[in-house]
């Protein structure tokens, strides 16, 4: 049980920004959020994660709401190369549990 | 950039008949993982090892499975004896453990096709 809501799908137009929301409302105190994309025919690749501050890396950024039971992954400009599946995962007890995610597709 | 690499990228086997698929993790992270994704479905979690023991496995991960970490470098997945529904691509992942602060890497898989 993946424990996260995300939607199924989102569309997005090339150099936009994108956010791709999740809904985590269990979600323990101990609980990181973590992103993971899942290019065609690749394996998962770690996007991002955090616990309960706003984080930023060269790839995204992570809004996590204050009672942390939702969060916001924001690719700033978004790339063809960016269509790929977005997992919004609770990591605990060293373990990764996907979810369906959500299909990001990028228009030219 | 560290890695995870698997081997063989794909694999065709006979029903009935045993396959190992390996991986080498990342060489100082303490979890290691095995996923798989039947085609058009989600990543599936397989089972989890550290300190040289399994630490949880999911309702998949019957007895035709085994892993092990034989030399402490690689890993490997053995499937006893597949079945056409253990068709799937097998992610290895590995993860530094010292808390979940940290991100986990995947290698880009195993195409099983069992025939």
């Known amino acids: 049980d993946a424990k996260t809501t995300q939607p199924n799908s989102m569309e997005s137009n090339e150099e936009e920004p994108v956010h791709l929301p999740c809904n985590h409302s269990t979600i323990s105190g101990t609980d990181y959020i973590h992103w993971y994309r899942q290019l065609p025919s690749q394996g998962p690749e770690y996007v991002i994660h955090g616990l309960t501050s706003n984080v930023n890396n060269r790839m995204a950024s992570l809004a996590i709401a204050e009672d942390r039971k939702s969060s916001t992954l924001i690719l700033h400009r978004a790339t063809l190369r960016d269509a790929a599946v977005y997992y919004c995962?609770?990591?605990?007890?060293?373990?990764?549990?996907f979810g369906k995610g959500t299909l990001l597709t990028v228009n030219p | 950039e560290p890695e995870v690499t698997q081997t063989p990228s794909h694999q065709v086997t006979q029903m009935g008949q045993e396959v190992i698929l390996r991986c080498v993790p990342i060489s100082n992270h303490l979890y290691f993982y095995w996923y798989r994704q039947i085609l058009g479905q989600k990543v599936e979690f397989l089972v989890s090892?550290?300190?040289?023991?399994?630490?949880?496995k999911s309702e998949i991960f019957d007895d035709q499975f085994s892993v092990e970490r034989p030399d402490g470098s690689n890993f490997t997945l053995k499937i006893r004896s597949t079945k056409l529904e253990d068709s799937a691509m097998y992610f290895c992942?590995?993860?530094?453990?010292?808390?979940?602060?940290?991100?986990?890497?995947f290698g880009q898989g195993t195409r099983l096709t069992v025939v």
């Open positions: 090892f550290y300190n040289n023991e399994i630490s949880e």
């Open positions: 992942a590995s993860l530094q453990g010292r808390s979940m602060n940290t991100e986990a890497f």
């Open positions: 995962i609770r990591g605990s007890n060293y373990k990764l549990t």
